[in-house]
C-alpha cells in the first residue's frame, strides 16, 4: 500500500531563516505530488505541484519554492522566512492518471517568530 | 466567487441523528468530487469518493451528486461525536484541470450527546 511520510512535524523559526521541508511516498511510482498550506481557520491553497522529477508548478507568487530530486521526493523551501509563511503545510500525492483523489501527509506545522 | 463553497457552519446534529453536509461548485466541466474529513489538528483523510449523478453509499456515509444543479451533499447516518469535524468538498477539473482540487473552505460539525 501507499504511504506518504512528511517531517517535521512541528516547526518554530525566526522571522529571516531559511526552511526546508521534506516529503516522501513509497508504494507507488511517478506520483502527482502536491504542497499545500492551510492558514488558520482557512481553506486548503495549493503552493506547488508536479507531474514528475524536475517538473514544478507554482500556483501563487510568494517567497517559496519547491524542487522534485527524486520520483517520489517533494521539497518546499525558503531562503527567507515571513511572518506571512505561518500554517499548517501539507504536502499530497495522487495517481498521474486524471479525475482521482489526493492523499495527505500528516503535515508540518510552522510557526514564525 | 468562490469556485467550490460550502456552509461554514458549525453544524450541529444529535447523537444518532441524519448530518447533511452540502457543496456546490462553479465549473460545469468538473469530472470528480471528493469529500475529506479533517479533525482538529490533523491532515485532511479522504472518506467519499464520487463520479456520476446520484448516490453512493459506503457504510453510515452516502455521497449524492447532482451536475446539473452543480452540487455535491454528504450524509452521514446515525451521527456519532467521532464525526465532529471539518469536512472538506473537493472538486477536480476547475482551475486548469488535470489532476488538481480546489478546495471549499469546509463545514465543521459537531455531534452533541
Known amino acids: 500500500s501507499q504511504t506518504i511520510h512528511q517531517w517535521p512535524a512541528t516547526l518554530v523559526q525566526p522571522v529571516g531563516s531559511p526552511l526546508s521541508l521534506e516529503c516522501t511516498v513509497e508504494?507507488?511510482?511517478?506520483?502527482?505530488l502536491y504542497w499545500y498550506r492551510q492558514a488558520a481557520g482557512r481553506g486548503l491553497q495549493l503552493l506547488f505541484y508536479?507531474?514528475?522529477?524536475?517538473?514544478i508548478s507554482s500556483e501563487v507568487p510568494q517567497n517559496l519554492s519547491a524542487s522534485r530530486p527524486q520520483d517520489r521526493q517533494f521539497i518546499l523551501s525558503s531562503k527567507k522566512l515571513l511572518l506571512s509563511d505561518s500554517g499548517f503545510y501539507l504536502c499530497?500525492?495522487?495517481?498521474?492518471?486524471?479525475?482521482?483523489?489526493?492523499?495527505f501527509g500528516d503535515g508540518t506545522r510552522l510557526s514564525i517568530l | 466567487q468562490k469556485e467550490v463553497e460550502q456552509n461554514s457552519g458549525p453544524l450541529s446534529v444529535p447523537e444518532g441523528a441524519i448530518a447533511s453536509l452540502n457543496c456546490t461548485y462553479s465549473?460545469?466541466?468538473?469530472?470528480?468530487f471528493f469529500w475529506y474529513r479533517q479533525y482538529s489538528g490533523k491532515s485532511p483523510e479522504l472518506i467519499m469518493s464520487?463520479?456520476?449523478?446520484g448516490d453512493k453509499e459506503d457504510g453510515r456515509f452516502t455521497a449524492q451528486l447532482n451536475k446539473a444543479s452543480q452540487y455535491v451533499s454528504l450524509l452521514i447516518r446515525d451521527s456519532q461525536p467521532s464525526d465532529s469535524a471539518t469536512y472538506l468538498c473537493?472538486?477536480?477539473?476547475?482551475?486548469?484541470?488535470?489532476?488538481?482540487?480546489?478546495f471549499g473552505t469546509g463545514t465543521q460539525l459537531k455531534v452533541e450527546l
Open positions: 499530497a500525492w495522487s495517481v498521474i492518471q486524471g479525475a482521482q483523489p489526493q492523499h
Open positions: 508504494g507507488t511510482s511517478n506520483p502527482n
Open positions: 508536479s507531474v514528475g522529477i524536475g517538473q
Open positions: 465549473d460545469r466541466g468538473s469530472q470528480s
Open positions: 464520487i463520479y456520476s449523478n
Open positions: 473537493a472538486v477536480n477539473g476547475i482551475t486548469g484541470g488535470g489532476n488538481k482540487l480546489t
